[in-house]
């Protein structure tokens, strides 16, 4: 009697445990089928990214520095997005000089043509400076004590467009106006059209 009760006590502890055990697999499978992927060889894309289209030139800038001088590091991170988007700036308006200048005939690199890819630069450069920021983001402070921050701007092509064909306008003379048959509002519409084609490479 003693001994079949003794029995049944071991067969009931066997079931108790393989229960138990059997239990913390499932929940240990479904810890793992939870985890989040590696990230490593997966695509990443870092905070505040932005790209041209057809309305806006953009940039972003990304600068790495010391936690104790955040003002620094956003600093450097804006500069990296400006000098991006003025090169892109620069490049369109460039472009469409040379593309105007064949179209009315005047000849490349005259005076006209270097007053007004001048022109396009003192107003690209007076855009971006007084550009505020569309995104700022940053990164946790890492062992090393340092930091990223990740900046974005993005300004409106058609500003652009507007502002250059005024400041073309003054400051060619009457006398080169008429030799190349300039109109603002044409040279503003060539720019605009430019400027919606122009797209970076991703």
């Not at 239990?23 to 793992?32: D, E, I, P, Q």
């Not at 001048?118 to 690209?124: C, F, L, P, Q």
């Not at 004590?145 to 990740?150: A, K």
């Not at 306008?169 to 430019?194: H, S």
Request: one cysteine or more; glycine letters at 6%.
């Amino acid at each position: 009697m003693k001994t079949t009760k003794m029995l049944k006590l071991v067969v009931v502890m066997m079931t108790a445990w393989v229960m138990v055990t059997g239990c913390g697999a499932s929940k240990l499978a479904s810890v793992t089928e939870r985890k989040p992927k590696n990230p490593f060889g997966e695509t990443y894309e870092a905070p505040c990214q932005v790209y041209d289209n057809a309305k806006e030139f953009a940039a972003t800038g990304i600068f790495r520095g010391s936690s104790n001088q955040r003002g620094e590091v956003q600093k450097n991170a804006l500069l990296a997005a400006q000098e991006l988007i003025r090169l892109k700036m620069q490049h369109a308006y460039k472009g469409m000089v040379s593309e105007y200048s064949s179209s009315v005939g005047n000849n490349k690199g005259n005076d006209v043509e270097r007053k007004m890819t001048s022109a396009g630069d003192r107003i690209i450069d007076k855009i971006i400076n007084e550009t505020s920021q569309s995104c700022v983001r940053w990164s946790g402070v890492e062992d090393d004590g340092h930091m990223t921050c990740y900046t974005a701007i993005q300004i409106p092509k058609g500003e652009v467009a507007a502002e250059i064909s005024r400041e073309v306008a003054d400051k060619l003379t009457q006398e080169e106006k008429d030799r190349i048959g300039f109109n603002e509002q044409e040279y503003r519409k060539e720019m605009t059209k430019r400027f919606e084609e122009y797209k970076e490479n991703r």
